[in-house]
């Protein structure tokens, strides 16, 4: 069973970063492709960005393409997402995904969730 457990969220203003790790256990997580998606107050769960197993390519929603950035540190079992020029309509709970082999961006095909990190942005 793959725990995966999400840090760093908090409250930051309009135009600021902040960055978001996610750190697994259980599992190979070289294996792994590791997604992000986040949910705001009254909206379904969205897409934001995955880094597949390998060679590490990434992808990103359109509207956070530019601002955030994915990494991973497969000897730290981590996921990273540095976010920059924050807006209020990132405001959202954050979550960290992942799935065995090859992923995408839909949330039906990780089979293992964090519990999410809040991150507000205030404007």
């Known amino acids: 069973q793959v725990h995966l457990v999400e840090s760093g969220g908090g409250l930051v203003q309009a135009g600021g970063s902040l960055r978001l790790s996610c750190t697994a256990s259980g599992g190979t997580f070289s294996t792994f492709t590791m997604a992000w998606f986040r949910q705001a107050p009254g909206k379904e769960r969205e897409f934001v960005t995955y880094i597949t197993w390998r060679p590490g390519r990434t992808y990103y929603s359109d509207s956070v393409k530019g601002r955030f950035t994915i990494s991973r540190d497969n000897a730290k079992a981590t996921v990273s997402l540095q976010m920059e020029s924050l807006k209020s309509d990132d405001t959202a709970v954050y979550y960290c995904?992942?799935?065995?082999?090859?992923?995408?961006?839909?949330?039906?095909?990780?089979?293992?969730w964090g519990q999410g990190t809040l991150v507000t942005v205030s404007s």
């Open positions: 995904a992942a799935r065995q082999g090859g992923g995408g961006p839909t949330r039906n095909l990780y089979d293992y």
